[in-house]
């Protein structure tokens, strides 16, 4: 899931192609359409769903019906900066990590997000 601001998914989706990420990409969801190009030249879906205080609930029903039917162990929120519902977050708990922005590129630990037990992300 990202912003309107691209730099953490461009961040990923480099790591991804060159190797230095093993993951495979199921999904890209955002409310910004800025992405869709970068997202779609690698055949990635991309998910356009704006999301408001009145669509909230349907949205996350979207991206819970996007991760079972996908399969994806893993929900990035790439500097994504909606606040999940309790119950989305308890539904797939351990399953979602939040990145801040300041850790791409230029984070300092050794392999801080080591995502390399998840196959599959949205």
């Known amino acids: 899931m990202v912003p309107k601001f691209d730099h953490c998914l461009i961040d990923i989706l480099y790591r991804v192609q060159t190797g230095k990420l093993p993951i495979e990409i199921k999904a890209v ?13 690698l055949g990635i879906p991309f998910y356009l769903w704006p999301v408001n205080k009145e669509s909230k ?58 995502l390399t037990g998840h196959e599959s992300v949205v």
Do not use: C, W
């Open 29 to 41: 969801v955002s409310k910004h359409s800025n992405s869709r190009a970068d997202v779609e030249r």
């Open 57 to 114: 609930t349907e949205q996350e029903a979207k991206l819970d019906e996007l991760i079972e039917r996908t399969g994806a162990e893993l929900v990035v929120l790439a500097r994504y900066m909606q606040i999940l519902s309790d119950q989305l977050s308890s539904k797939h708990f351990g399953k979602i990590i939040n990145i801040h922005h300041s850790f791409l590129p230029a984070f300092k630990g050794a392999m801080h997000y080591n």
